[in-house]
Each structure stands twice: as structure tokens, then as C-alpha cells.
């Protein structure tokens, strides 16, 4: 598999990569969910997402699709149409955002190596805990 292109993530008002696909969860427990079509090897998923921390909550701010199987769609659309951005609640799990240096690549999903990781543990959109682990020598 290709390395795959990273989600989007603000954290402090800073952006980031994410190297996690929270609106899978999403995705897998709809009944019909949307049939989105990859423009590139490099983004099987078909879409990028965007995030934010915002007190002690992930939210969803945005959507790029690549190329959706059903005219007129927008994302929103999965949400019933809600504007603003929509808090995680249905993602529970471990956000992988690397920073610092690339030190190995892997041409592989999220297999690449960086100086060092953030991992934010999430339950039903809110953070339970953070923690930094370094890969280099920083």
C-alpha cells in the first residue's frame, strides 16, 4: 500500500497531520454509507479530513472530497445537515499526530517514522489523556 496522505489536525491553533482516520468509526456504523472514490493511490479513503482540539474535545471541521459515487453530495449530508463544527462523539480510540523530523519513510499507510509522536487518547469525542513519545534522539 501506498503512504497514505495524513488527516488534518489544530491543535493550539497550530496545524498538524494526523496520522488516524477518526470519521471511519463513523463511517463503518452507518447503515448506507456514502461510496467515496480515491483520486490517488496516496489517499485510498477518497477524502481528507479536518479536525480541531478545542478545550477537551475532537471535533470535525471539514471534509475535502476527493470524488464522491453520488451527485450533489456534500459531507454535511452524513451529519443531517448540521453546520459548525460537529464534536467526535462517536470516536473512541488513540490519535497518532507525528511531529518533528521524518526519520524513516515507509511507503505504507502511516508507517513512517518521526523524532517523536503525540498520541491523544479519545472517549466518545472527548480527550482522556496525552502523551509524547520520542523516536530520535531530541
Given at each position: 500500500m501506498t503512504a497514505q496522505f495524513q488527516e488534518e489536525i489544530f491543535i493550539d491553533g497550530e496545524s498538524h497531520g494526523l496520522s488516524t482516520?477518526?470519521?471511519?468509526?463513523?463511517?463503518?456504523?452507518?447503515?448506507?454509507?456514502?461510496?467515496?472514490?480515491w483520486g490517488s493511490t496516496a489517499c485510498w479513503r477518497g477524502y481528507i479530513g479536518s479536525w480541531a482540539i478545542k478545550g477537551n474535545s475532537l471535533y470535525l471541521t471539514d471534509i475535502q472530497l476527493?470524488?464522491?459515487?453520488?451527485?450533489?453530495?456534500?459531507?454535511?449530508m452524513m451529519f443531517n445537515g448540521r453546520q459548525g463544527d460537529i464534536k467526535a462523539e462517536w470516536f473512541s480510540g488513540v490519535l497518532r499526530v507525528p511531529q518533528g523530523e521524518l526519520l524513516e519513510y515507509v511507503h505504507?499507510?502511516?508507517g513512517s517514522q518521526y523524532e517523536r509522536d503525540l498520541f491523544i487518547d479519545i472517549e466518545?469525542?472527548?480527550i482522556i489523556d496525552r502523551r509524547i513519545v520520542h523516536n530520535g534522539t531530541d
Open positions: 482516520e477518526p470519521l471511519q468509526m463513523y463511517l463503518d456504523s452507518m447503515q448506507n454509507p456514502p461510496e467515496f472514490d476527493q470524488c464522491v459515487k453520488e451527485d450533489n453530495f456534500h459531507w454535511r505504507g499507510g502511516y466518545k469525542g472527548n
